[in-house]
């Protein structure tokens, strides 16, 4: 494989690891225990789910003048994804991906909007760890942005040739933080129709990867 970038940067929820279903039933659990109205696919829940996540919130019809976003809300949906991530798959491809991208000498490392000691511990359970030389997580679990850390690592890096790949319209964003080449995963957690006006090319698998690196 010829290198064509010096760079990959990897999303990890709905990019690397399949937790979709998991999102679908811990928002779901919350919403069956405030008799309000749940997500009844995956598609519904695509087209629903947008950044930053508290917006998401809103628009499932959570009240946040009585339970608050920070103190409530997300603690609970995290204690219930928490509960149920061990048994979260990477998506198909991955390995594959990261292997080749390893034997090109492509760097790989990874942005997420996760807590970063969570992020470590997923990685380490999923043996892929070794595959980065950079993780770059958050500190909190409030899943805000990854903008500003994206902004950071560009300016340390500027002779980067970056390609990201990731599966919302945050991850577009992000690729253009990083000043690179983008693709958007339409297998995670947003619709191709949001996806599509944002200007990056789409792929169904991740394996496709490979067809741009």
């Known amino acids: 494989m ?41 598609e519904e829940y695509r087209a629903i789910m947008r950044f930053p996540v508290i917006d998401y919130y809103k628009d499932l019809g959570f009240d946040m003048k009585t339970e608050d976003y920070y103190d409530v809300l997300a603690p609970e949906w995290v204690a219930l994804y928490l509960a149920g991530e061990p048994n979260c798959p990477m998506m198909p491809g991955v390995l594959s991906v990261l292997e080749a991208a390893k034997a090109a000498g492509v760097t790989q490392m990874l942005i997420s909007a996760t807590k970063t000691d969570q992020l470590l511990g997923q990685l380490q359970r999923l ?8 993780i770059l997580g958050l500190d909190n679990f409030y899943a805000a942005s990854k903008i500003q850390l994206a902004e950071a690592w560009r300016k340390e890096h500027p002779d980067a040739v970056v390609l990201s790949v990731g599966d919302t319209d945050h991850d ?27 200007g990056k090319p789409m792929i169904r698998e991740i394996k496709d990867i490979l067809k741009y690196l």
């Not at 043996?127 to 950079?134: K, L, M, N, R």
């Open 172 to 198: 577009a964003a992000l690729a253009d933080a990083l000043g690179g080449d983008g693709l958007l995963y339409l297998g995670g957690h947003q619709s191709q129709e949001r996806l599509s006006v944002c």
């Open 127 to 134: 043996g892929i760890s070794h595959y980065f030389d950079e």
């Open 2 to 42: 010829e290198k064509k970038y010096t760079h990959l940067v990897w999303d990890f929820n709905g990019t690397i690891l399949d937790d979709i279903a998991l999102c679908i039933r811990c928002v779901n659990t919350m919403l069956e225990k405030r008799n309000m109205k749940t997500l009844d696919s995956v």
